[in-house]
């Protein structure tokens, strides 16, 4: 094994390996004491250990003035004592030494220069023989060094590594006596040591002589064969052969370079080169790959402005790193040594280039953060690199490529890597961003030199114009300013040219060439001559207008095109400033900011203020001229709806097949209050749309209503399309069938009320769909309400893929509710519903337990609520019978502030009310005139909430489209509700919504006496997403069920019991012929009939 001794310095501590001595310790190197050497592997030190003498000086002085001594030119020999014989002078032959002298592996990362001779100012060198093998060992450390102690004295430690675990040892055997016989006197040394001939004295002091020439302070060889040839050749050039002369040259080089790891006594094998310098041939391939790499991007810095030195700065980067590449010695593949006397410089030049690429880059205006810090790292790494192999560098010429010099650029080929890597996201995409840059900047100029020839030329032909009228002062000052504004113009050409091409050049560009001054006036000059030039030919242009108006005698043809010269001027004069103002603001941030809060804040406060004023006051005149056009408008309408005349019953046409007679029947004719009130009630229902319900009531108290107005049985609320479009609902009695929306159009489950009641209205609540379960056609949850006329129930319907339906109560409000409408978590914070007595509005849960109630009569003087609905979890909507007035009122209230936000008074009479959440509209449904629209708006602070009326009178649409008798119902339907459609007079009517009326689409009737209902009662549409398009359904009392599919046929095409029949689809007006269609109908009796 080899011993360790710990560098001498800090500083080569910090960066260099520890140095191993060429301290050789052979298979037979084993301690010896009293037994054997052959059993040295087992041998313990014995109590009483023999003791050893050595050396404590060098030359001829005695050993007592060692620490004096001077070393001689021939320094004497030791060899190792075995059985206690102490080492003696021996001199050797030269063959012995040849011999004696082993092959060393390659365990030094360095190979040594030629050493200082020794003398007083060299080293001092000692030879060692080891008494059993016969080696010779060289060293430059003396016999009392610790190391020496353990070795002689047969202690060394196996594992030993570093010197300083080899001083350890010594101190720590020293106590016990071990080595202290080996101190004997130089007599007792002399005594025991064997004489020497004379001839071997002589060829052992002819080595020490070459030793001392050849060996530096270190203890290492030279390489240079031609000087240890001539040492030798001057030594003793007799007794030595030519062969022997090479022999021992490699001997001795062998041994500096190749000093074996020997661990119990065998050579570890040594590994190959190319694996030791992976990182040493891979730093190779990534040169191999930044030459190419530049040459890509030195290519395209060449055509762009200002790359000459950054292409420059890359190709010095280019050559250093190949002139680091260079240095290695390379034999095939394998990465033999190192050329330590141009690195350092390589080293030094790649820092510098490294540095001015940085520096370059900048110039060109690219700030690559990435790049400059990778560049950064590789400078700082090349500095640890030079610190680190400058002590090696300094003493040797080459050094061998092991495995210290590929983790020293370790580090390096990472970086140099991610160099690589930014370099071909440049040359990728920022090399494109630049060149998009300079385009755009040159366009500028460009576009400049269009302007300033076109001008040129313009000035060019204007001046054949006053050139030769030389009596005139007004053309002599015209032709001079016209002369100034051609010069003018042309400098700017041409200086906007050489500006140009001074930028696309790769030359220096003139924001660092050229002093601050020049460059201002060089990048503006071509602006500012084009400001004169335009200038001047502004101003001959208008004295040559007066000119010719002196001539003619006609001023005004003189004034107005100066006129709007000085218009233009005037707008191009505020622009300039405006500009040149953001451009001062975007520069001096912070002295603009000051100047805005100082002086101009104030300012803009008053002006803002005034503008206010100014929108408030104009805001109210517009509320007013609104208000006084509403109030006309309602006023016609009130008029109109006293004058209208409704056609009867017997002139109402129907479509009729050819050669049909059947007896028509009057449904829809009018009845007196007493025999509505008889038949509903108190209160009666209608039919909801399908997105949100509709209801219907005819409103108490208000006497004689049939004399003032003809009042129509109103459709009830007991037929209902889920939301899904999956199931039906009809109530008749007490009871209510679910159907399943299917071809056949199976009964799924009967619910009846829980107190046996009648059924007065049905409502799905439409927040189960899409909001809180997932449907599909084997999966259907819902919520139904049943209001009847003494209890409020509510119901979940549920059925899954492979079970039946269910049906469960959730709740019960035993007590008679004038209606009933389903509200949301969007409206009302939690799912549920409303329901008015009288004048309390109360909000229920699912599970019809209260929540809140209003007191509507506290903020108004109302007889009942008829209808109400939550809107956004803080509005309630009310429509009532207003004490005040003898119409009815619809009301937005502010529970939170008990006030009443807006009042919209109901002209044309109601019996349903239909509200749409999408469109924020109100539809009042159930006059023989029309319809009143409510629109909702927010104010933008949403603090307020008005309304918008409108109305749509049915005899006064567009191409005769009106719906004859409108008793039947009337809600919103199609996407975002913009459609409406109702039902009269067997006719359907969808009505579309325009940017400034309302339209018919389609106006259906059939002639097929069988698929229409003798009396319905109930009409709903159903929405679903996988309906037919239009899917309508009819109910009368006695739980008969009509079904129509118009327009396709896929839902009812697989039912036996279903038959087509004939549909009129009149889009332009009933006086137009019919478009002549075929849809199914499909009649339902009552569950206990059929």
Known sequence: MILYRPPSSSFASSFLPPQPLPIIMTENMKQVGNRDARNSKDAEPSANPPSYEYATGVGNRDARNSKDAEPSAN???????????????????????????????????????????????????????????GHVITTSLPPDHPEMICLQAGSHIRSTRFGLLGVLAAVFWFPLGIGRDSRASPLERRKRSRKLNPAQKKLFRKLLDVLGEIIDDKGHFSTDDDAISAILEDTDTESESEEKKGVYIEDAREASRQPPFLQGGKANEIKEASEETKNILHFRELCESHGQLTDQIRGSLNALGGGGRTAKALERMRATIDGIKTCFIVDGEKIQRLDTSTFKTSLDACRDAASEVMEAFKELGVYNKVLFDILGKIKDQLQVFVYRLTPIMAAYSTCYADQYLDDVFEPLVKYFDSLINELTNIADKEIAAIRQTQDFRSQRYLNLTTVATFLSSVTVSTLQITADDGVSSLASVTNTLWLISLVFSTASAVYTLLMMTWRQSSVCQPNLALPSFLDIWFRNGPMYALIVAVMTFSIGSCLLAFHIADEQGVLVSAVVPTAFAGIHAYGIFIFSVWFLLEQWKDKHTESWRRI?????????????????????????????????????????????????????ADAAEFDVEPGFVFDSFNALAPESPSSVSERTGEESDVPGSVQADTVQAIPEGIPDAAEEEAKYIPFESLLHFSPDGFLLACAHGNNVTIYEVEDKFNVLTIITTPLGDQVKQISWNPGTYGNRYWNRHNDLASDLLVRSSESVSSWSIRKSENTKLKSSLLGVLKEAVLFVRWTGIEDAGVEGFVCSSNTTVRLFNAKCEELRSFEIAKMREISRVSHALLFRNRYLICLTDDRDHSFDCLLIVDPSRDTVQSTCPVRLGHSSMSVSSDSKKILLHGSNAGVQIAELSISESGEDLSITEDYLLWDRTYFDEEMTQPEGTAAFHGADDKMIIGYSANEVVVLYRWPYNFSALHIFSTPTTDAILEIPMSFTVNRGPGSDPYMLAFSDECGSVMIWSIQSNTQLSECPSARSFTVHDRRNGRKQDPTIRTGKFLLLNPPTSS
């Open 75 to 133: 320094p004497p020999s030791y060899e190792y004592a075995t059985g206690g014989q102490a080492p003696v002078n021996k001199s050797l032959n030269n063959s012995a030494a040849a011999s004696a002298a082993p092959k060393l592996g390659p365990s030094l990362p360095y190979a040594p220069t030629s050493g200082p001779p020794a003398g007083p100012s060299g080293s001092n060198v000692y030879c060692y023989q080891h008494p059993v093998s």
């Open 596 to 648: 805005n809060d100082v002086y101009l804040g104030p300012f803009k406060k008053s002006v803002k203020y005034g503008t206010e004023m100014i929108k408030e006051y104009g805001g109210q005149v517009t509320r007013q001229i609104k208000k006084m056009r509403t109030a006309t408008r309602n006023w016609c309408a009130s008029l109109w709806s006293r004058m209208v005349v409704l056609p009867s």
